[in-house]
T-cell receptor, first 110, second 112 residues
Framework: GQQVMQIPQYQHVQEGEDFTTYCNSSTTLSNIQWYKQRPGGHPVFLIQLVKSGEVKKQKRLTFQFGEAKKNSSLHITATQTTDVGTYFCAGTSGTYKYIFGTGTRLKVLA | DVKVTQSSRYLVKRTGEKVFLECVQDMDHENMFWYRQDPGLGLRLIYFSYDVKMKEKGDIPEGYSVSREKKERFSLILESASTNQTSMYLC???????????FGPGTRLLVL
């Protein structure tokens, strides 16, 4: 069945350093979503990517969707303590069903 | 603002008990989901509903059932709770296929 792998599982960075998490699907996706879950909280939608090669920015966050629509990345520039949390990608092949990656837990050291 | 609420934040049950987890959304969303979240495994889909009284199995439906009698409410039922069902349970809703999923606060269930 469809699988979505996400790496790394954990990342500790010093405040001000950059951070990237990668998502790889075993099958071609129709779109991919990214969510953030703060410690003790629930996943909150960040963005959706639909087009091949699409790049979207939200302030210090840059999201990319691969040309083959099988991978995606989230890059945070100059991390802040407010970026702490777990970042999940979720991909779909066009149905209601999203397959979530295992998440990357980000810790930012002040 | 979409609001998804879950009946309990924390729940402690004994092995063999029947457990009901309730989820309510206030945005007239068609789709509702139940996931469980476990460390290192991410979110796994248990069941999905795309309309009242309609349901589809997700990736891990064994040991669970669901009920959707009204559009806004989606219930997850553990017929006979077992210790391996100790987990965080997250409900979500979306307007339609491929749309943003809005999550509830989650229910942390401990089965003793």
């Amino acid at each position: 069945g469809q699988q979505v792998m996400q790496i790394p599982q954990y990342q500790h960075v010093q405040e001000g350093e950059d951070f990237t998490t990668y998502c790889n699907s075993s099958t071609t996706l129709s779109n991919i979503q990214w969510y953030k879950q703060r410690p003790g909280g629930h996943p909150v939608f960040l963005i959706q990517l639909v087009k091949s090669g699409e790049v979207k920015k939200q302030k210090r966050l840059t999201f990319q969707f691969g040309e083959a629509k099988k991978n995606s990345s989230l890059h945070i520039t100059a991390t802040q303590t407010t970026d702490v949390g777990t970042y999940f990608c979720a991909g779909t092949s066009g149905t209601y069903k999203y397959i979530f990656g295992t998440g990357t837990r980000l810790k930012v050291l002040a | 603002d979409v609001k998804v609420t879950q009946s309990s934040r924390y729940l402690v049950k004994r092995t063999g008990e029947k457990v009901f987890l309730e989820c309510v959304q206030d945005m007239d969303h068609e789709n509702m989901f139940w996931y469980r979240q476990d460390p290192g495994l991410g979110l796994r889909l248990i069941y999905f509903s795309y309309d009242v009284k309609m349901k589809e199995k997700g990736d891990i439906p064994e040991g669970y059932s669901v009920s959707r009698e009204k559009k806004e409410r989606f219930s997850l039922i553990l017929e006979s709770a077992s210790t391996n069902q100790t987990s965080m349970y997250l409900c979500a809703s979306s307007r339609g296929d491929g749309q943003t999923q809005y999550f509830g606060p989650g229910t942390r269930l401990l089965v003793l």
